[in-house]
């Protein structure tokens, strides 16, 4: 497998800034404990919240509002003062590629003409990514966060791609209305139908399950980073998709703050489970999850590969592993 003829990044330069975010990531979750054991986390996270808003407005007011970046053919617009946003400037600065490793793992697996559905799509980086790849394939694009909705349509329409099918909702097990919250001291990329001490309600969006909307949809692969509800959205129907389906590729965020030992069982009991991580040379390599303790128990979060379990899955699990320099044990 190699990276397709109009997306090519660097996996060098992607790993080494990669490791270096990771112990930043770690830095500030030790430091975040340290401050919880003195009671004073939430003071600590307003000055941080301050600090990183001061720093994007003098970074907007020296270099402008918007920041474009190429995706391939695509061209990805940014906006400095959202916060999701200016994180990902950082990273496409320092790296050259966002999550690198999921990144690789959809331009060298996805194919001309196959669907792939973006399920938490926010400015649409994944959507633009899988657009280079799938020429006149369809994408599917999922977002219910009002503000990021605006952001990825606009960047759709930005590039001109008329085989995107933007949809403002929610998936999860259930339909109706729901609240979606969201943390003042966060960016909006968190934005959650789960709740907690810190978050307020932000908006009321659209609720659907994935067997309502898409049972007969040929989709080859689905990215989801839903803040917690990617459980929900694979008990709404999905599970019962991959029963027909079962060469579809999920890659799931797997976050310790939402995540536990029975979320672990009920997907272990479906699912071929395999770490998502780097490769300096070839961009992503696999790692098989045989136990609850091979996944981390504190933030940052994780990608994972599902696979629905079946014999001639696990035989292309073994070729991907192969095809990528091994699997890890």
Aim: negative net charge; charged residues 30%.
């Amino acid at each position: 497998m190699t990276d397709t003829d109009t997306v090519r990044f660097d996996w060098s330069k992607a790993y080494r800034a990669y490791i270096i975010r990771k112990r930043r990531e770690k830095v500030r979750h030790a430091v975040g404990i340290i401050l919880k054991s003195v009671g004073l986390l939430d003071h600590g996270r307003k000055i941080y919240s301050r600090y990183r808003k001061e720093q994007i407005e003098a970074e907007s007011k020296k270099s402008g509002r918007y920041a474009e970046f190429k995706i391939g053919n695509c061209k990805l617009r940014l906006d400095r003062y959202n916060l999701h946003d200016a994180f990902m400037i950082d990273e496409l600065r320092e790296g050259g590629v966002y999550e690198p490793e999921v990144s690789s793992y959809v331009i060298k697996n996805l194919k001309p003409q196959e669907t792939f559905m973006d399920i938490g799509a926010n400015n649409g980086y994944y959507t633009l990514l899988a657009a280079n790849v799938v020429g006149n394939g369809k994408i599917i694009s999922i977002e219910p966060n009002p503000e990021a909705f605006k952001r990825l349509t606009s960047n759709i329409a930005l590039n001109n791609l008329p085989n995107v099918i933007s949809l403002s909702l929610a998936l999860s097990n259930s339909e109706g209305k729901a609240l979606l919250y969201l943390d003042d001291e966060v960016e909006d990329g968190m934005a959650s139908l789960k709740t907690n001490r810190y978050s307020r309600p932000f908006a009321e969006v659209e609720l659907k399950r994935f067997d309502q909307l898409f049972k007969d949809e040929p989709i080859k692969m689905i990215k989801m980073d839903v803040e917690g509800a990617e459980i929900d959205i694979i008990r709404g129907g999905l599970e019962d998709y991959t029963k027909s389906h079962e060469d579809v590729d999920i890659i799931m965020e797997w976050n310790p703050f939402y995540r536990n030992k029975e979320d672990f069982d009920y997907l272990s009991s479906l699912f071929h489970m395999n770490l998502l991580l780097l490769d300096a040379e070839l961009g992503y390599k696999l790692k098989e999850i045989k136990e609850f303790g091979d996944l981390p128990d504190i933030p940052p979060p994780v990608n994972i590969l599902l696979k629905k379990r079946g014999i001639n899955v696990e035989n292309e699990i073994s070729q991907m592993a192969e095809d990528t320099g091994g699997a890890e044990k």
